[in-house]
């Protein structure tokens, strides 16, 4: 199915065509995007912007609609009152999505006449934030009621069909009014860049639109997608990120594979390892870009004089080594990997011999609170030794405590220096 996008183009690739093209190809569709308006921008500022002429638009649109079955329009900036005419006219009839897009995040201007954007609102699925449901209808919001109330005001005063007021800019609940029904829609907090949320938003909504899905389901699913989006987000684009379930399985798939064979190089070890394996066991986890840990089910255990793997490897297979390695990578995102062994003098003194930095923590120590909460004791440990060292540690170890096993834990950048790691230190 194809959904018509029409659309700025935003120079720092957070928002506009990029986010929307991105949006409905993760979500399994085809995009055909129509430029209107070539902004200069990065993620700090819009320094201005380009509109094309409406006839150039209008000749974009009549091409896409003479070659595919249009199935939703989704319309983001449109940068003149002239641009408005043409899309209203050119889109007419089709279900349509409209994001009214006043101004820039940073507050710039991308429209010259604003009012004219009121004409797009009938018949359309609006999808304001908070300051541009204002605009459109007056109405002051400080409140989930005054969303319903500006929601109400633009399906039953300004015509259309059904509106979102999103609510990013107050509470993060955003509210539908569709058919003389009130909806809400509770948002998680996300942490991550929201540069490109508006454009991710109305963009899968006109996709799952395109998709059969009623507008209230639709909206709940797009609103969930964005906040992966945000969740997902990457450093360098600092904006969402529409691809993240393709980028997140591909990740995945690509850390349960490398995970698989660094084990296998790590049972090879046989009865090199089998002194080495705690009480408990050994596991041996790594942490995909997006934060997310997979790790032997059931640990890696002793096995006569070797050593063999209880389970596959598995999402979320560890929870304490999960937990010393995201505390880890808090302080050293390079940090991908790490494993434990059974603590021995032997192992530290070999580890300083190899030139590896060497830290520990005291669990006696540990303050009675983290002790009570218990979860929290890998996090404080892992930045006690962090702190100790004054660098990034390769090698921590604590001497237990009542009912604690002393323990090694081994990091690295990926699970082959993981594994490298441990083969020299075994000798």
């Known amino acids: 199915m194809a959904v018509l996008i029409v659309a700025g183009l935003d120079t720092g ?19 055909l995007p129509v430029l209107t308006a070539v902004t200069y921008q990065n993620p700090s500022e819009v320094r201005g912007y380009h509109t094309l002429p409406p006839e150039v638009v209008r000749e974009q649109i009549r091409a896409v609609k003479d070659g595919f079955e249009v199935k939703a329009v989704k319309i983001g900036m449109l940068g003149s009152g002239g641009v408005a005419r043409v899309v209203r ?27 004219i954007l009121k004409t797009l609102v ?14 459109l209808t007056g109405v002051k919001i400080r409140s989930v009621e005054d969303m319903g109330k500006a929601a109400k005001a633009l399906v039953e005063d300004l015509g259309a069909e059904g509106a979102v007021v999103t609510g990013g800019h107050l509470n993060l609940t955003d509210v539908l009014y569709w058919r003389g029904r009130f909806y809400e829609f509770p948002g998680e907090k996300a942490e991550g860049f929201t540069h490109g949320t508006g454009c991710a938003f109305s963009s899968a909504l006109a996709t799952f639109l395109a998709k059969g899905l009623e507008l209230p389901e639709a909206v709940e699913k797009a609103k969930r997608f964005v906040e992966n989006s945000i969740r997902f987000s990457k450093e360098e684009a600092k904006a969402v990120n529409p691809l993240w379930e393709l980028e997140r399985d591909f990740y995945r798939w690509k850390a349960e594979k490398e995970l698989e064979g660094a084990i296998e190089e790590l049972v090879a070890f046989g009865e090199r390892l089998n002194p080495h394996v ?21 640990r890696i255990v002793r096995y006569g004089e070797t050593v063999k793997p209880v389970g596959p490897v598995e999402l979320n297979a560890s929870d304490h080594l999960r937990r010393a390695l995201l505390r880890m990578r808090e302080f050293y995102p390079e940090i991908k990997a790490v494993l434990n062994l059974r603590y021995s003098e ?9 030139g ?9 120590e540990e303050p009675e609170e983290v002790k009570r909460a218990e979860r929290g004791t890998m996090e404080w440990g892992i930045e006690r030794a962090v702190k100790r060292a004054g660098k ?23 699970a082959g220096e993981v594994v490298e790691r441990v083969r020299k230190l075994l000798g």
Do not use: C, Q
């Open 13 to 31: 690739g957070g928002a506009g065509l990029k986010a929307d093209i991105e949006t409905v190809s993760a979500l399994g569709e085809h995009p």
């Open 89 to 115: 006219e050119e889109t007419e009839g089709f279900t349509r999505v409209f994001d009214p897009v006043i101004a820039s995040s940073t507050g710039k201007k991308l429209i010259d006449d604003g009012k």
């Open 122 to 135: 009938p018949g359309s699925i609006v999808t304001p934030n908070v300051p541009e449901a204002e605009a």
């Open 278 to 298: 705690p009480e408990v066991g050994t596991n041996f986890v790594l942490a995909t870009p997006f934060g997310e840990v997979f790790a032997v089910k059931g």
């Open 346 to 354: 032997e192992l530290i003194e070999k580890a300083k011999e190899l």
């Open 356 to 364: 590896l930095v060497v830290s520990f923590y005291d669990r006696r």
């Open 392 to 414: 990034r540690p390769d090698v921590v170890y604590h001497l237990g405590d009542w009912g604690k096993e002393p323990m090694v834990l081994v990091f690295g950048r990926d």
